[in-house]
């Protein structure tokens, strides 16, 4: 039989073990989800070793890698497929409306709703299924592929990135397959060749030492709130561009071609702001939607806390203020460099009224890779043949920081191979994955090898 066949053949079941997989709520970011962390690293290695895999669950500080192999072959080459089988929080549960539980995946309108049906677990699942139709009907697999699956993904990937120091030697790969991006329409499957870098870290303000009484002390004291919204109000100028001294230093301005490629993508303004329900588009002043999104850094507040978030009204001059701040940034700057450079800039211009402190957090670096690579040409064939469309490859905004550290680590190149839609709502309520880009993505992976297979000689 061939893989295909029976892939038509077992669908159902298979579908229904990604449910079992979903239903796992592998929050990564909140500690109460730790025990269901580990349920999930042993799930999938359960469910690796089922499909002919064989495993190995490694402990970390943080959440347990898994790492899972075909059958080892001395006179084949090695390829990775990495995944994350963490996922974002859920809330907020209200928006939630396709299903109840964002736990409790529930098949609609040819889609799979459910929190981490299309990032990562149902994109990560496609390769697993492929390799399992492989396998079970004997077919050749011109490769040993090692699956890497990490459960901090959507924290920073800080234990995998010590991981792969340590395991550089046993893990190195022609390259690394990597389906956790998107596509621009189910009509365009695409290749990624860049990816944006992202850092992050919280600012914390403090004025008086405790919450005052507003009457009795407003008008006297800074308000911490009112310094923090000041200086973070100056960080972008009338144009939309980051204020940060040195800020685009490195960036590299897009090439006319490069440009007008981003012009065929089937991406339409109008209809852009109608998905979001917004009253009007926004950004950087002399570039295209696709270009803001894509290829420009941003410095973006993710979270605003300051006084009373209670019901009803509480007149005091608040103690503290903070902002939960990332940046996102495009090749050729450096995480650690922009981290350094925004961070002492707001500490300049914080006022002599308040007292500062600046925790930072995660930092990836950006990623690009030629897009001409041969490589690159087999992805996008594997793609045009299981899609039956024409592919392209693009730039994406999002970050999959271990993917740069695949390269200076392991001498991989990443081949980034999004089946995500843009309506798919990662991240947000209703989450989504697409059971035609499934069916896709395992055709994708089953034809990927294949098309691979004469590079390796
Ligand atoms: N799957 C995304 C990354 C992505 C999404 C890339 C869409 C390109 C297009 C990934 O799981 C993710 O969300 N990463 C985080 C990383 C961060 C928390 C360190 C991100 O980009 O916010
Ligand atoms: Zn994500």
């Not at 189910?186 to 870098?197: E, H, S």
């Not at 390269?407 to 081949?415: D, N, Y």
């Amino acid at each position: 039989m061939k893989p295909l066949e029976y892939f038509k053949k077992n669908r159902e079941r298979m579908l229904e073990e990604l449910m079992e997989f979903l239903r796992i709520p592998s929050v990564s970011a909140q500690p109460e989800h730790k025990e269901d962390m580990q349920r999930c690293a042993k799930w999938l290695s359960n469910h690796c070793k089922a499909i002919g895999l064989n495993v190995e669950i490694h402990q970390t500080k943080g959440h347990p890698i898994v790492l899972a192999r075909t059958p080892h072959s001395a006179s084949k080459r090695s390829y990775m497929v990495y995944g994350h089988y963490d996922v974002q929080p859920v809330e907020p549960l209200e928006g939630w409306t396709k299903t109840k539980n964002p736990f409790e995946p529930v098949v609609k309108e040819g889609n799979i709703y459910g929190r981490g049906t299309s990032d990562d677990k149902g994109q990560l699942f496609t390769h697993l299924k492929a390799i399992e139709c492989i396998l079970k009907t004997g077919s050749e697999l011109p490769f040993n592929v090692v699956f890497l699956m990490e459960g901090e993904e959507e924290i920073g990937s800080g234990s995998l990135s010590q991981f792969l120091e340590e395991h550089a030697a046993d893990l190195r790969s022609e390259a690394v397959v990597i389906s956790d991006t998107g596509m621009p329409a189910i009509t365009c499957p695409a290749v990624t060749y860049a990816l944006r870098g992202v850092l992050a870290f919280e600012v914390f303000l403090t004025g008086p030492d405790r919450d005052l009484h507003s009457g009795i002390h407003g008008g006297g004291v800074q308000n911490p709130a009112h310094a923090l919204c000041s200086m973070i109000s100056s960080l972008h100028d009338s144009q939309g561009r980051v204020t940060v001294p040195g800020f685009y230093d490195e960036v590299e301005p897009l090439s006319p071609y490069e440009r007008e490629q981003f012009k065929k993508l089937p991406h339409n303004d109008e209809s852009y702001k109608e998905s979001l329900k917004l009253k009007k588009l926004f950004g950087e002043e002399g570039y295209t939607t696709v270009e803001r999104r894509s290829c420009r850094p941003t410095l973006e507040i993710n979270g605003l806390t300051c006084g009373y978030q209670g019901t009803g009204s509480k007149t005091i001059v608040p103690s503290v203020a903070s902002a939960k701040i990332t940046c996102r940034i495009v090749p050729h700057q450096k995480a650690d460099v922009i981290m350094d450079r925004v961070c002492k800039h707001i500490e300049n211009i914080c006022p002599p009224t308040v007292s500062i402190r600046i925790v930072r957090g995660h930092a990836g670096d950006p990623y690009i890779v030629e897009p001409d690579s041969p490589k690159v040409q087999a992805a996008l064939r594997a793609l045009g043949r299981a899609f039956e469309q024409e592919p392209t490859i693009m730039r994406e905004g999002g970050s999959i920081p271990i993917t740069m550290e695949f390269k200076r680590k392991l001498g991989a190149e990443a081949l980034l191979i999004g089946l995500s839609l843009p309506d798919d709502n990662a991240h947000s309520p209703n989450e989504k994955f697409s059971l035609e880009c499934f069916d896709n993505g395992v055709a994708t992976s089953v034809y990927l090898w294949e098309e691979l297979s004469p590079l390796s000689s």
